[in-house]
């Protein structure tokens, strides 16, 4: 019973593997605690087992397993800066805006148009100086 407990198996896998029907073997469990504290024995092992190659990593500098064992074991918290999800909305904006311009000047070019005539935003885009408003 350790050794399926060991595998995390669920009472009701366990009773299968036994060849009993999960009523039949909880009915035996509630009759016998040792088998339902062998399956818990066998659990804990593996738990153990499995926390003490966490800590191992983690101490070795792996960082997936350092971040991990602080949060579940240290009770660290990442929190995002909400300057942060300004900025990073900012630059989408941006990105977004200078995808838009650059696809005008494309589009504008395209159909020959003298840079006199140019619209403004996309002479100043494209650093390109306005002879006319001199």
């Known amino acids: 019973m350790e050794h399926f407990g060991s595998l995390g198996l669920s009472i009701e896998n366990i009773a299968?593997?036994?060849?009993?029907?999960v009523d039949t073997f909880k009915e035996f469990c509630k009759q016998d605690p040792l088998i339902s504290i062998s399956i818990q024995r066998g659990?804990?092992?593996t738990i153990?087992?499995?926390g003490d190659k966490m800590i191992g990593l983690a101490k070795s500098g792996h960082m997936n397993a350092m971040v991990f064992v602080l949060k579940?074991?240290?009770n660290w918290q990442e929190k995002q800066d909400s300057k942060t999800e300004i900025t990073i909305s900012n630059v989408t904006t941006n990105t977004t805006n200078k995808v838009q311009l650059l696809m005008r000047t494309q589009d504008i070019i395209a159909k020959?148009?003298?840079t006199s005539e140019w619209p403004k935003d996309l002479l100043e885009f494209n650093n390109i100086k306005d002879d006319s408003s001199e």
């Open 48 to 50: 153990e087992a499995i």
């Open 72 to 74: 579940t074991k240290g």
């Open 112 to 114: 020959g148009v003298p």
């Open 16 to 21: 299968y593997k036994c060849c009993l029907g």
């Open 43 to 45: 659990l804990s092992h």
